[in-house]
């Protein structure tokens, strides 16, 4: 199962963007999914994680300004982006993995969306 992120863009601080990450080919059944950043010069981080039923786990950082979901019948998940700080500018990407409370994604990482949050 190939993952890619679209959405990305520049948006103003306080703003907000949704990102949708899309399968193609694979299973027909999407499994859990955990949406990733990695800013200039740092590691990359789990931002939020969904499981195939939609259980969700958010990183402290988002404190209630995103939103994870799925349809599952269009095997896509989104990640909604609001009240963006510069700090939010990274690259965002997608990944299929394991959550059993804790997100674990596989090795495959395919392409990112960058958000840039900026006046």
């Known amino acids: 199962v190939q993952l890619q992120a679209f959405g990305g863009g520049l948006v103003q601080p306080g703003g907000y963007l949704t990102l949708s990450c899309a399968a193609s080919g694979g299973t027909a059944t999407l499994n859990a999914v955990g949406w990733y950043r990695q800013a200039p010069g740092r590691q990359r981080e789990l931002v939020a994680a969904i499981s195939r039923l939609g259980s969700t786990k958010y990183a402290d950082f988002v404190q209630g300004r995103f939103a994870i979901s799925r349809d599952n019948a269009r095997k896509t998940v989104y990640l909604r982006l609001g009240s963006l700080k510069p700090e939010d500018t990274a690259v965002y990407y997608c990944?299929?993995?394991?959550?059993?409370?804790?997100?674990?994604?596989?090795?495959?990482w395919g392409q990112g969306t960058l958000v840039t949050v900026s006046s």
């Open positions: 990944n299929i993995g394991q959550f059993t409370g804790t997100f674990y994604p596989s090795s495959s």
